[in-house]
């Protein structure tokens, strides 16, 4: 296929390979099991000699074509999708990490990862938490048994972001597997493979799917990452070209196995909503950069987190390393101004939980997302407790701002 721009390439990316009855797009395929006429045939592809479908839990058609559109997106040699985000982060601990081993994660993550982390600690896995954003506190942590290295783009609610280049040579230079969440950039806005990282989590379920319909989650592998390198790759999988390798053993010992498959309905909806993700992401950008904007000019508002504004501590990694600076913002009220009433006061915006939709989404963070992990840990992530986030969406610039103007009148 000609080197085609991003949209264009995902737009077209189904029919390059053909599609059934010259459909646009690849059709919904409901089917758990596949039939091979010859036998041999069958027992070749469970052995992995030749392609084909398995059985659903492993693999589908409508899925493997949202996997190949992923892997264009990161420009990477493959994906697996889940049925969701977690999915895909707990694939990579479950397949990849042995009792003994050790990670090195951000503190800076999203609330469920967090959790996910206490639970893999609890059973014999080392895990320790740093601030990601200078890489020496990365390379102090670090261990003979260091296994991976976890970021997160723009950390989820404060916008934190990783040193993401240099934690990327800390960790070549180590032989360590870098393993990025690109979520709150996505594809579009940045490509992980550009920093060295070995594995890419997205959410589909957030702005490439982004209309909140499907949930879904992929891990795609960019070619960066030796795997010749990894101690913890089974023999039995050591048979596929080294490249191959991560995904096989993932795709085994953890879509197989554990079974966190993608619907093809779900695989559908995503791939749909995939082909406006840049258009999407241009207008929710300049969105947030508006917002942000007359927040932090607003003398009620004690505190706004945007990577798009120069006041962020993280704001020239950003200019250098991201497309745009992302959807997600959150903005702390001043004493005295209850975010309760606040937010029962805005009209457009919607009290939710998602992120990366079409519509702008507001939350109270410390009393929903983040309550379950209690005032300490908070504390220690920088997170307030009139905190707000806000996934920005589509809508008109000047009835966003006024909604959100309005509510602080």
Same mark, same amino acid.
Request: charged fraction near 20%.
């Given at each position: 296929?000609?080197?085609?721009?991003?949209?264009?390439?995902?737009?077209?990316?189904?029919?390059?390979?053909?599609?059934?009855?010259?459909?646009?797009?690849?059709?919904?395929?409901? =089917?758990?099991?596949?039939?091979?006429?010859?036998?041999?045939?069958?027992?070749?592809?469970?052995?992995?000699?030749?392609?084909?479908?398995?059985?659903?839990?492993?693999?589908?058609?409508?899925?493997?074509?949202?996997?190949?559109?992923?892997?264009?997106?990161?420009?990477?040699?493959?994906?697996?999708?889940?049925?969701?985000?977690?999915?895909?982060?707990?694939?990579?601990?479950?397949?990849?990490?042995?009792?003994?081993?050790?990670?090195?994660?951000? =503190?800076?993550?999203?609330?469920?990862?967090? =959790?996910?982390?206490?639970?893999?600690?609890?059973?014999?896995?080392?895990?320790?938490?740093?601030?990601?954003?200078?890489?020496?506190?990365?390379?102090?942590?670090?261990? &003979?048994?260091?296994?991976?290295?976890?970021?997160?783009?723009?950390?989820?609610?404060?916008?934190?972001?990783?040193?993401?280049?240099?934690?990327?040579?800390?960790?070549?230079?180590?032989?360590?597997?870098?393993?990025?969440?690109?979520?709150?950039?996505?594809?579009?806005?940045?490509?992980?493979?550009?920093?060295?990282?070995?594995?890419?989590?997205?959410?589909?379920? $957030?702005?490439?799917?982004?209309?909140?319909?499907?949930?879904?989650?992929?891990?795609?592998?960019?070619?960066?990452?030796?795997?010749?390198?990894?101690?913890?790759?089974?023999?039995?999988?050591?048979?596929?070209?080294?490249?191959?390798?991560?995904?096989?053993?993932?795709?085994?010992?953890?879509?197989?196995?554990?079974?966190?498959?993608?619907? &093809?309905?779900?695989?559908?909806?995503?791939?749909?909503?995939?082909?406006?993700?840049?258009?999407?992401?241009?207008?929710?950008?300049?969105?947030?950069?508006?917002?942000?904007?007359?927040?932090?000019?607003?003398?009620?508002?004690?505190?706004?987190?945007?990577?798009?504004?120069?006041?962020? &501590?993280?704001?020239?990694?950003?200019?250098?390393?991201?497309?745009?600076?992302?959807?997600?913002?959150?903005?702390?009220? $001043?004493?005295?101004?209850?975010?309760?009433?606040?937010?029962?006061?805005?009209k457009l915006a919607i009290p939710t939980s998602n992120l990366g939709?079409?519509?702008?989404?507001?939350?109270?963070?410390?009393?929903?997302?983040?309550?379950?992990?209690?005032?300490?840990?908070?504390?220690?992530?920088?997170?307030?407790?009139?905190?707000?986030?806000?996934?920005?969406?589509?809508?008109?610039?000047?009835?966003?701002?006024?909604?959100?103007?309005?509510?602080?009148?």
């Open positions: 296929m000609k080197n085609y721009g991003f949209t264009s390439t995902i737009l077209h990316n189904d029919r390059q390979k053909g599609i059934e009855h010259g459909s646009l797009h690849k059709p919904i395929h409901t =089917s758990v099991t596949f039939g091979y006429a010859d036998a041999r045939q069958l027992a070749s592809v469970f052995q992995g000699k030749e392609p084909g479908f398995r059985y659903g839990r492993q693999g589908n058609p409508t899925v493997a074509a949202l996997e190949d559109k992923v892997s264009k997106m990161e420009q990477g040699v493959g994906t697996i999708c889940f049925a969701t985000g977690m999915g895909a982060i707990g694939a990579v601990f479950q397949a990849l990490l042995r009792a003994g081993d050790h990670v090195v994660s951000s =503190s800076f993550l999203f609330g469920n990862t967090n =959790s996910l982390w206490q639970t893999v600690a609890g059973q014999g896995v080392g895990v320790d938490f740093v601030d990601a954003t200078d890489v020496a506190n990365v390379a102090a942590a670090l261990k &003979p048994e260091t296994r991976m290295v976890f970021v997160e783009t723009i950390a989820n609610p404060r916008t934190q972001i990783a040193d993401l280049k240099r934690i990327g040579e800390l960790c070549a230079q180590r032989g360590i597997l870098y393993v990025v969440d690109n979520t709150m950039t996505s594809p579009y806005l940045f490509r992980p493979k550009d920093v060295g990282a070995g594995l890419v989590v997205n959410a589909l379920t $957030k702005s490439i799917g982004g209309h909140g319909n499907a949930l879904g989650g992929a891990l795609t592998d960019t070619g960066a990452y030796d795997w010749t390198r990894f101690p913890n790759i089974f023999e039995n999988y050591k048979k596929n070209p080294s490249v191959q390798w991560g995904l096989v053993q993932i795709r085994a010992k953890a879509l197989r196995d554990f079974g966190a498959s993608l619907a &093809p309905e779900a695989a559908h909806h995503i791939a749909v909503g995939a082909e406006t993700l840049a258009l999407r992401m241009d207008r929710a950008s300049a969105n947030a950069r508006a917002l942000a904007a007359m927040l932090e000019a607003d003398q009620r508002v004690a505190a706004v987190y945007y990577p798009g504004l120069k006041s962020h &501590p993280q704001h020239g990694i950003a200019a250098e390393l991201f497309k745009d600076f992302g959807s997600l913002l959150s903005f702390e009220l $001043k004493d005295g101004i209850d975010c309760f009433d606040y937010l029962n006061k805005l939709d079409t519509r702008t989404l507001v939350i109270p963070v410390s009393h929903t997302i983040f309550y379950e992990m209690g005032p300490e840990r908070r504390a220690s992530m920088g997170i307030a407790d009139s905190l707000i986030r806000v996934s920005v969406g589509i809508e008109d610039t000047d009835d966003l701002i006024a909604d959100f103007r309005s509510a602080l009148d």
